[in-house]
T-cell receptor, first 116, second 113 residues
Framework: DSGVTQTPKHLITATGQRVTLRCSPR?????VYWYQQSLDQGLQFLIQ???????AKGNILERFSAQQFPDLHSELNLSSLELGDSALYFC???????????????FGAGSRLTVL | GDSVTQMEGPVTLSEEAFLTINCTYT??????LFWYVQYPGEGLQLLLK?????DKGSNKGFEATYRKETTSFHLEKGSVQVSDSAVYFC????????????FGTGTRLLVSP
């Protein structure tokens, strides 16, 4: 158990629908990152939050949004879902956000989204 | 931009064989380098890391040396086990002011008894 908790583990939904993925970071970690893992794109960085504030954005679609709450858990909202959004969505956490090459990300087990 | 290139898989080996998984990177500045491992049905776990040139990361018999002159961070293990079967990801942190990992495409390793 990495200490990063993601729910749900699996989710099947239809095109056009909206889903919310949830992540609880490891105790003491202030930063949360979201990654998408698909067969054709590999692991893509989506977005990062630090202590409730957005810090970095990657290849996140406009249909996707995220937030980090005061208790530091984070939610990734995916809307107007398309078949191509089917993927594993990973959350990771780390202690700090500032420049630190040694800062290590701890990953959750992922949420597998299937869009039919 | 920053990128990581890994050898294509799958890599198929017999138990106790020597393993090399090649990884090269492109980055401006001085990145930190990582190897993560993903076992079936699980998330990514940090295997080892190196934060500056000539550093050697090691863990569980795996090693990788940060080679700035060849922009490489190849993963090696002298004697693989069936339990090492997994997908291995090379990654870099550009160290450009915020934490972000750029991953390679992953290399699947299959070890047979």
């Amino acid at each position: 158990d990495s200490g990063v908790t993601q729910t749900p583990k699996h989710l099947i939904t239809a095109t056009g629908q909206r889903v919310t993925l949830r992540c609880s970071p490891r105790s003491g970690d202030l930063s949360v990152y979201w990654y998408q893992q698909s067969l054709d794109q590999g692991l893509q960085f989506l977005i990062q939050y630090y202590n409730g504030e957005e810090r970095a954005k990657g290849n996140i679609l406009e249909r996707f949004s995220a937030q980090q709450f005061p208790d530091l858990h984070s939610e990734l909202n995916l809307s107007s879902l398309e078949l191509g959004d089917s993927a594993l969505y990973f959350c990771a956490s780390s202690v700090q956000s500032a420049y630190s090459g040694a800062n290590v990300l701890t990953f959750g087990a992922g949420s597998r989204l299937t869009v039919l | 931009g920053d990128s990581v290139t890994q050898m294509e898989g799958p890599v198929t080996l017999s138990e106790e064989a020597f393993l090399t998984i090649n990884c090269t990177y492109t980055a401006t500045g001085y990145p930190s380098l990582f190897w993560y491992v993903q076992y079936p049905g699980e998330g990514l776990q940090l295997l080892l890391k190196a934060t500056k040139a000539d550093d050697k990361g090691s863990n569980k018999g795996f090693e990788a040396t940060y080679r700035k002159e060849t922009t490489s961070f190849h993963l090696e293990k002298g004697s693989v086990q069936v339990s090492d079967s997994a997908v291995y990801f090379c990654a870099l942190n550009p160290n450009t002011g915020f934490q972000k990992l750029v991953f390679g495409t992953g290399t699947r390793l299959l070890v047979s008894p």
